[in-house]
């Protein structure tokens, strides 16, 4: 136990990649939410077929894989940190709109913009956490940073489920998704590192 102590003493000192972990975090609980109920968000609200609504989280992947190349094009001009926060605030809004949508054809450019916020982090997050690691520790802290990622994503699937059972309504994992990524957009903004590191830059 002393020695757990003592090594959560030593990760603190590191504000900046803590912060961020926490921010992305925030994302993680709120991707974690909406994912699994695309699917679900289409055949009970929207009223499509089976193979149809799988279709709509089809469109998100898609558009997320064509998002990755302009997100790597605009983080080299803009920086990385910067482009993530759009990103992300893209993908709010994308969630908030999923939960007023009622029309295949309004559900189908949400996905889009879905897609294209999710394209940021699926591009940046690990890249991102690399500019505000110690390089001398930089394998140990992205294993951190991902360990607690993959507890968090599910965490968030376990806590909408719960809203959608509560309220008896599947529109309620994207409101929750919609507030938790707000939340990372704006914790984001306290992510700034302290001093350049060696060998990095682009926030």
Same mark, same amino acid.
């Given at each position: 136990m002393g020695r757990l102590r003592a090594y959560w003493q030593d990760v603190r000192q590191f504000g900046p990649m803590n912060r961020y972990i926490g921010a992305m975090s925030l994302y993680w609980l709120a991707a974690g939410g909406a994912t699994p109920f695309i699917t679900l968000y289409g055949t009970e609200t929207l009223h499509l077929?089976?193979? @149809? #609504?799988?279709?709509?989280?089809?469109?998100?992947?898609?558009?997320?894989? !064509?998002?990755?190349?302009? !997100?790597?094009?605009?983080?080299?001009? =803009?920086?990385?940190?910067?482009? =993530?926060?759009?990103?992300?605030?893209?993908?709010?809004?994308?969630? *908030?709109? #999923?939960?007023?949508?009622?029309?295949?054809?309004?559900? *189908? $450019?949400?996905?889009?913009?879905?897609? =294209?916020?999710?394209?940021?982090?699926? !591009?940046?997050?690990?890249?991102? =956490? @690399?500019?505000? *690691? $110690? $390089?001398?520790? #930089?394998?140990?802290? *992205?294993?951190?940073?991902?360990?607690?990622?993959?507890?968090v994503q599910p965490l968030g699937s376990f806590l909408a489920g719960s809203l959608v059972d509560s309220l008896g309504s599947n529109r309620w994992a994207f409101g929750f998704a919609a507030l938790f990524m707000a939340l990372a957009v704006g914790a984001l903004f306290g992510v700034r590192a302290d001093r350049p590191l060696a060998g990095h830059s682009g926030l």
């Open positions: 077929t089976p193979n @149809a #609504a799988s279709g709509l989280f089809l469109v998100l992947v898609l558009s997320t894989a !064509v998002g990755t190349v302009a !997100v790597g094009l605009l983080a080299d001009r =803009l920086g990385k940190r910067r482009v =993530l926060h759009g990103g992300l605030a893209l993908f709010a809004l994308a969630a *908030l709109a #999923a939960g007023n949508v009622s029309s295949v054809d309004a559900a *189908l $450019p949400v996905m889009v913009l879905a897609g =294209l916020g999710n394209a940021c982090p699926t !591009v940046l997050a690990v890249p991102l =956490l @690399a500019d505000l *690691l $110690p $390089p001398k520790r #930089a394998g140990e802290f *992205l294993g951190l940073g991902s360990a607690i990622w993959s507890v």
